[in-house]
Protein backbone atom coordinates (compact mmCIF):
# COMPACT_ATOMS: atom_id res chain seq x y z
CA UNK A 1 0.00 0.00 0.00
CA UNK A 2 1.39 3.36 -0.70
CA UNK A 3 0.20 6.41 0.62
CA UNK A 4 0.82 10.26 -0.45
CA UNK A 5 0.42 13.22 2.40
CA UNK A 6 0.87 16.87 1.84
CA UNK A 7 1.36 19.49 4.19
CA UNK A 8 2.20 23.11 4.19
CA UNK A 9 -1.04 24.78 3.20
CA UNK A 10 -2.55 27.72 4.96
CA UNK A 11 -4.47 31.51 4.53
CA UNK A 12 -1.68 33.93 3.28
CA UNK A 13 -2.40 37.53 2.01
CA UNK A 14 -1.60 38.09 -1.81
CA UNK A 15 2.12 38.12 -2.43
CA UNK A 16 3.02 36.03 0.11
CA UNK A 17 4.91 33.12 -0.01
CA UNK A 18 3.67 29.25 1.08
CA UNK A 19 5.59 25.81 0.78
CA UNK A 20 4.05 22.96 0.35
CA UNK A 21 5.40 18.90 0.81
CA UNK A 22 4.09 15.82 -0.17
CA UNK A 23 6.13 12.44 0.96
CA UNK A 24 5.05 9.44 -0.22
CA UNK A 25 5.62 6.00 1.82
CA UNK A 26 4.71 2.36 2.06
CA UNK A 27 5.44 -0.44 -0.46
CA UNK A 28 7.12 1.61 -2.72
CA UNK A 29 9.56 0.03 -5.63
CA UNK A 30 10.48 3.08 -7.96
CA UNK A 31 8.51 6.98 -8.37
CA UNK A 32 8.85 8.47 -11.79
CA UNK A 33 7.07 11.65 -12.03
CA UNK A 34 5.62 13.39 -9.62
CA UNK A 35 3.19 16.86 -9.67
CA UNK A 36 1.17 19.47 -8.29
CA UNK A 37 -2.83 19.53 -8.97
CA UNK A 38 -5.42 22.22 -7.96
CA UNK A 39 -8.92 22.51 -7.76
CA UNK A 40 -10.86 25.52 -7.15
CA UNK A 41 -14.87 25.25 -6.25
CA UNK A 42 -16.53 24.52 -9.44
CA UNK A 43 -13.61 24.39 -11.79
CA UNK A 44 -11.79 21.02 -12.79
CA UNK A 45 -8.46 19.55 -11.60
CA UNK A 46 -5.85 21.13 -13.26
CA UNK A 47 -2.12 20.63 -13.40
CA UNK A 48 0.29 23.28 -11.71
CA UNK A 49 3.66 21.67 -11.98
CA UNK A 50 5.40 18.48 -12.69
CA UNK A 51 9.03 16.83 -12.08
CA UNK A 52 10.55 14.02 -13.49
CA UNK A 53 12.43 11.67 -11.88
CA UNK A 54 15.81 13.33 -13.09
CA UNK A 55 14.34 16.64 -12.66
CA UNK A 56 12.96 17.95 -15.75
CA UNK A 57 9.91 20.54 -14.84
CA UNK A 58 6.70 21.61 -16.45
CA UNK A 59 4.72 24.48 -15.23
CA UNK A 60 1.20 26.18 -16.25
CA UNK A 61 1.32 29.71 -17.70
CA UNK A 62 -0.38 30.58 -14.61
CA UNK A 63 2.14 30.04 -12.49
CA UNK A 64 5.27 30.27 -14.24
CA UNK A 65 8.18 32.30 -12.30
CA UNK A 66 6.71 32.19 -9.61
CA UNK A 67 5.97 28.66 -8.25
CA UNK A 68 9.08 25.85 -8.14
CA UNK A 69 9.12 22.26 -8.26
CA UNK A 70 11.57 20.23 -6.86
CA UNK A 71 11.71 16.84 -5.48
CA UNK A 72 14.44 14.80 -3.16
CA UNK A 73 14.25 11.21 -4.47
CA UNK A 74 16.47 9.72 -1.34
CA UNK A 75 12.94 11.15 0.84
CA UNK A 76 10.26 10.10 -1.76
CA UNK A 77 8.98 13.37 -1.41
CA UNK A 78 8.64 16.95 -3.90
CA UNK A 79 8.06 20.13 -3.47
CA UNK A 80 6.25 23.14 -4.08
CA UNK A 81 7.47 26.73 -3.12
CA UNK A 82 5.19 29.45 -4.21
CA UNK A 83 5.59 32.67 -4.14
CA UNK A 84 3.67 36.32 -5.07
CA UNK A 85 0.62 34.32 -4.79
CA UNK A 86 -2.54 35.58 -5.70
CA UNK A 87 -6.52 35.22 -4.81
CA UNK A 88 -6.77 33.24 -7.98
CA UNK A 89 -4.14 30.37 -6.87
CA UNK A 90 -6.72 29.94 -3.99
CA UNK A 91 -7.83 26.61 -4.34
CA UNK A 92 -6.84 22.39 -2.70
CA UNK A 93 -3.77 21.21 -3.68
CA UNK A 94 -2.66 17.71 -4.65
CA UNK A 95 0.02 15.71 -4.90
CA UNK A 96 0.24 13.01 -7.58
CA UNK A 97 3.06 10.37 -7.82
CA UNK A 98 3.16 7.67 -10.41
CA UNK A 99 4.78 5.08 -8.65
CA UNK A 100 5.49 1.32 -8.62
CA UNK A 101 4.86 -0.97 -5.40
CA UNK A 102 6.75 -3.85 -4.44
CA UNK A 103 5.68 -6.85 -5.90
CA UNK A 104 3.77 -5.49 -9.40
CA UNK A 105 4.79 -5.04 -12.49
CA UNK A 106 3.07 -1.68 -13.50
CA UNK A 107 3.07 1.63 -12.34
CA UNK A 108 -0.11 3.73 -11.09
CA UNK A 109 -1.23 7.28 -10.18
CA UNK A 110 -1.63 7.84 -6.61
CA UNK A 111 -3.12 11.00 -5.04
CA UNK A 112 -2.86 12.67 -1.41
CA UNK A 113 -5.35 13.95 -0.16
CA UNK A 114 -5.16 17.46 -0.69
CA UNK A 115 -4.18 20.76 1.03
CA UNK A 116 -6.11 24.07 1.54
CA UNK A 117 -4.29 27.18 0.16
CA UNK A 118 -6.17 30.23 0.35
CA UNK A 119 -5.20 33.92 -0.77
CA UNK A 120 -7.04 36.91 0.56
CA UNK A 121 -6.29 39.96 -0.65
Known amino acids: QVQLVESGGGLVQAGGSLSLSCAAS????????MGWYRQAPGKQRELVAAITRGGITNYANSVKGRFTISRDNTKNTVYLQMNNLKPEDTAVYYC???????????????WGQGTQVTVSS
Open 96 to 110: KGRIRERLKGAEDDY
Open 26 to 33: GSIFSING
